[in-house]
C-alpha cells in the first residue's frame, strides 16, 4: 500500500473526494448556491457549510459519520485499508447516491498511489475538460463555462445521476 504525507482534508475516510462535494463548493466559492442548500435542507448556512471530511468544519451530514469514528477506532485513514473492506454499511452507503458510484475505485487507488496522488487525480476527474472548474458530481453542466459534460465524472456516470435528479 502506498502511503503519504498528505493534507487529507479533502480525503474522506469513506473514499469520496470533498473537493467535488456540492455543499465544500458552495462553501468556498458560492454563497448563492450555499444558501439555495440550506434553504433545501432546512437549516441554516452555518450548519450546512463543510471545509472537507477532516476539516474542523463540518456539514450536517457529515457531523456523526460512521466511517469517521470506525476507521479512528481502528487506527484506519481510509476504509479500503480496512480487513472488512467493504463492510455492509459502506456498501450501504455506496449504493444510495450516484456521487459515491466509484468509491471503490477511489479507495483502491489511494491504496496504489496513496492520497496525494489520487487526490491529484480526482481534481482533474472532477475538472472542466474546457475550463478546469471544478464541478460536482451533480453539475450537469460545467458551473462556471456552461460545458457540457462538466467532468470526466460526469459523463462516466451521467444515466445515475440523471435518474437520481429525474432529469433528461
Known sequence: MATDHTDNTLAAVCGLYCGACSIYIATNEDPERLQKAADRFNMTTEEASCRGCRSEKLGQFCQDCHFVSCAAERGL???GECNDFPCSELQEFQAARPHRNELWTSLKRINE???????????????????????????LQCRNCGNVPSSEFFEDNAADIKKHLNVE
Not at 113 to 139: F, K, L, M
Open 77 to 79: 485513514e481510509f476504509c
Open 113 to 139: 498511489v496513496g492520497s496525494s496522488r489520487w487526490q491529484e487525480e480526482s481534481i482533474r476527474h472532477y475538472s472542466c475538460p474546457n475550463c478546469q472548474t471544478i464541478n460536482s458530481a451533480y453539475d
